[in-house]
Nanobody
Framework: QVHLVESGGGLVQAGGSLRLSCAAS????????MGWFRQAPGKEREFVGA???????HYRDSVKGRFTISKDGATNTLYLQMNSLEPEDTAVYYC???????????????????WGQGTQVTVSL
């Protein structure tokens, strides 16, 4: 059974950094695609980035160069390092897991079978 728990959210000023963690149980990173999504009030959930089971990472254009996904296999934890944060990054951030997964579907939240509860990120001016 897959269980995902996000942590690390908080309030930060524009230009600051946060690192989100996703503690994953029941997941093997070499067999799952792990995604990060976010949802701002009144908006649809959107793709932030993903680490495929192949080891490759992919990001939405607006976070490229600012956000980085990594993992710690020893603790089965996925990370999202967020630098140069902007007010537009304010949202609830979710970790998601998809067994296997193909490249063409990693940006679609409907692809992912398992979700964490989310962690709030607020970026102030």
């Amino acid at each position: 059974q897959v269980h995902l728990v996000e942590s690390g959210g908080g309030l930060v000023q524009a230009g600051g950094s946060l690192r989100l963690s996703c503690a994953a149980s029941g997941v093997t990173f070499t067999r799952y695609t792990m995604g990060w999504f976010r949802q701002a009030p009144g908006k649809e959930r959107e793709f932030v980035g993903a680490r495929r089971w192949t080891g490759t990472t992919h990001y939405r254009d607006s976070v490229k160069g600012r956000f980085t996904i990594s993992k710690d296999g020893a603790t089965n934890t996925l990370y999202l390092q967020m630098n140069s944060l902007e007010p537009e990054d304010t949202a609830v951030y979710y970790c998601a897991a998809d067994a296997g997964g193909i490249l063409s579907t990693i940006r679609d939240p409907n692809t992912y079978e398992n979700w964490g509860q989310g962690t709030q990120v607020t970026v102030s001016l």
